[in-house]
């Protein structure tokens, strides 16, 4: 639980995703128009087309989900973070980074060591460079996943073995 400093009576809790969170978290990341879809004839290759739950995270208002996070494990030693969205409401409230930093846990617990990111959206791209992550490229989109005016991802990767709270762990 995180007591925030902008809002006195409002605590965020975060936690493993359960099943029953399903539909706020697809309303939530439908919001920014990243929540999974099946291929179809129209999108033959989504980005993305399911959510891991294992691998995914919420933040919760009471019964409200505000935020979720998930990633996906590539190999022994990669892993991305995907579906990062953040009620707009909670904004700027820190949830992104409490969020985050369970993923983070969660990744370095299992060996990962190396995160990369994808997004098209600038706010987000200077959001994780200022917290570390370092641009290393563009790729193409498969369809109009995300900001629908921006035909790339920026690619971001980030050192988990820089935090010294993980090496501690």
């Known amino acids: 639980t ?59 208002d009471g019964d409200r989900i505000v935020g979720v996070c998930s990633f996906y494990q590539h190999s022994p030693v990669l892993g991305e973070a995907g579906s990062l969205a953040v009620d707009p409401d909670y904004h700027r409230r820190g949830v992104g980074d409490l969020l985050g930093m369970a993923m983070r846990r969660a990744m370095y617990a299992r060996g990962i060591r190396t995160v990369r990111s994808e997004s098209d959206r600038p706010e987000t791209i200077k959001w994780l460079v200022g917290r570390g992550h370092r641009i290393v490229g563009t790729v193409p989109k498969r369809h109009s996943f995300g900001s629908p ?11 988990l073995g820089s935090l010294p709270e993980l090496r501690s762990e």
């Open 2 to 60: 995180h007591p925030t400093s902008e809002v006195a009576a409002m605590s965020i809790e975060i936690r493993k995703m359960q099943v029953a969170d399903t539909e706020q978290v697809l309303k939530l990341l439908g919001r920014w128009n990243i929540a999974p879809v099946a291929p179809s004839a129209e999108v033959p290759v989504p980005e993305r087309t399911e959510i891991v739950i294992d691998n995914t995270y919420v933040a919760t």
């Open 149 to 159: 005016e921006v035909s790339a991802w920026t690619v971001l990767e980030f050192d």
